[in-house]
Nanobody, 128 residues
Framework: QVQLVESGGGLVQAGGSLRLSCAASGRTVSSYVMGWFRQTPGKERQIVAAISWSGTKSYYADSVSGRFTVSRDNAKNTVYLQMNSLQPEDTAAYYC?????????????????????WGQGTQVTVSS
């Protein structure tokens, strides 16, 4: 069973940057699609970015495209989300997730229901 732990969240001013990390343990995630989601109170969890097992294919929500970059280091069993030009509307709890149902897939699910393992989340707050 895979455990995911996010880190790197915090308070930042608009226009600033943060780098989130998602460290996996218990099982390697090097063969799985990994996703980053975010959620604000009262709203559904939404996809931010996803990355294929090899790191060669990625997906971004329109709202973050060009500002956020997802990457992974399979040797470290870790996935990253570099967030630049942060805006107050990026304020949310950020979660990483693994789609462990399919190995070595290039299909990047956008629905949270297609991911099986989740971290506990890290809060990102962007002040104006």
């Amino acid at each position: 069973q895979v455990q995911l732990v996010e880190s790197g969240g915090g308070l930042v001013q608009a226009g600033g940057s943060l780098r989130l990390s998602c460290a996996a343990s218990g099982r390697t995630v090097s063969s799985y699609v990994m996703g980053w989601f975010r959620q604000t109170p009262g709203k559904e969890r939404q996809i931010v970015a996803a990355i294929s097992w090899s790191g060669t294919k990625s997906y971004y929500a329109d709202s973050v495209s060009g500002r956020f970059t997802v990457s992974r280091d399979n040797a470290k069993n870790t996935v990253y989300l570099q967030m630049n030009s942060l805006q107050p509307e990026d304020t949310a709890a950020y979660y990483c997730a693994a789609d462990v149902d399919y190995s070595r897939s290039y299909y990047l699910p956008s629905s949270p229901r297609q991911y099986d393992a989740w971290g506990q989340g890290t809060q990102v707050t962007v002040s104006s």
